[in-house]
């Protein structure tokens, strides 16, 4: 039976806040067919298979789809990784070759614009009007709002439905969207109290990343057992 890696990304620096993230290090010996169910049944925004830790590897489901390329999963699984003994300098999702570093208590992944899901963004006047939203306006199922707190801190909230997720706790890919619309670099205060690091690069990609915390690890059984070989294989 594998072990599910239960992790929080982009939380604040006490520890509190962070988007959920569930991670099988060993993903290669959880069949094809069995993720989406696994990742809908397990119900975070994003649950990572990584299919060949050495190489970076990984395949990146929500609760409805596989994504290409997400933000969130991709720190937590270089941070796991680099935790575990197994640092890697790349991941390598579908979308493409995604650079990484990780650290003590933090991670951060580089990624193209293109790569993300094409979230809309909104500004608005004042935090308290990010606030005070209680959904997105009807017909949008991508989009997020943002205000600016000061000059270098916005305050965002992302509405994703389209992904499976009503709202995103914190939402890596949307903010390398947001960063180079900005063009600056930005910390996005999103969520209930959740904090993306984001730096635009001269190479056309965005890094974003932050604190990681682990806060469990437990076996789970993946609909109809585990039928896989270790290599991903039937």
Do not use: K
């Amino acid at each position: 039976m594998p072990d599910l890696h239960v992790l929080r990304v982009f939380t604040a620096e006490d520890g509190s806040g962070g988007n959920p993230l569930g991670v099988f290090l060993a993903g290669a010996g959880i069949g094809l067919e069995q993720r989406q169910a696994s990742a809908a049944e397990i119900g975070f925004s994003e649950t990572v298979f990584v299919d060949e830790a050495a190489t970076g590897r990984v395949r990146i489901f929500t609760p409805a789809v596989e994504m290409p390329f997400a933000g969130h999963p991709l720190v937590g699984t270089a941070w796991l990784l680099a935790s575990t003994g197994t640092a890697v300098s790349e991941l390598n999702p579908p979308a493409g070759v995604v650079p990484v570093r990780a650290g003590a208590d933090r991670a951060y992944v580089a990624g193209r614009p293109e790569w993300a899901p094409p979230f809309e963004w909104r500004q608005l006047g004042s935090a308290a009007e990010v606030e005070a939203l209680d959904g997105p306006p009807d017909g949008h199922d991508l989009i997020g709002f943002y205000a600016w707190e000061d000059q270098e801190t916005v305050r965002a909230r992302v509405f994703p439905p389209r992904l499976g997720i009503a709202e995103d706790e914190a939402t890596g890919a949307a903010a390398v969207r947001l960063g180079a619309e900005l063009g600056q670099g930005v910390t996005i205060r999103q969520g209930r109290g959740s904090l993306i690091e984001v730096h635009p690069r001269t190479d056309g990609m965005v890094e974003i990343g932050g604190r990681v915390v682990l806060d469990e690890v437990r076996p789970y059984q993946p609909p109809g057992g585990v039928t896989s070989s270790p290599d991903g294989t039937r």
